[in-house]
């Protein structure tokens, strides 16, 4: 059976396509795009808004003013502070987070004269909240010699 369908469909005469004039075809394309592009372009509008923090708050006492954050600055900010960098600052910027300023005076291995060059300038520390943006160049910030 299958034999004799398939002999009969070879001889059949074939039923043509419609052909359409190259105007119609360009019409459907331009409907199909312009289709698609308001559809993109509604999924746009829709979308919702990236709420990203473009500017940190906290950003003066990060090494660029003369108060600096203990929590977030880097490791080189203490070089204007003659005799924090390297002893002092390596231990203030490797041991945080901290909840205050005087937090700095419990880091073990802190000897008798960190303790003063920290002392020092302590009126110029504050310890805000840990930002991760920061926290993570507080030892090396990526320049090497």
Known sequence: ????????AAFAPMVQKQQRSVTQLAAMERREFLSAFTAMAGMATLAPAANA???YENVGYLGGG???DINNANVRVYLKM?????S??????SNGPYKSVGDIY????FSKILLRGAKKYESRFVAKEPAAD????RINNGLYR
């Open 1 to 8: 059976l299958a034999v004799l369908v398939s002999v009969v």
């Open 53 to 55: 923090i473009r500017d």
């Open 66 to 68: 003369s108060v600096v």
């Open 82 to 86: 003659p005799g924090l960098y390297p």
């Open 88 to 93: 002092v600052a390596g231990k203030i910027a």
């Open 106 to 109: 419990n880091i073990p291995g």
């Open 134 to 137: 920061y926290v993570i160049d």
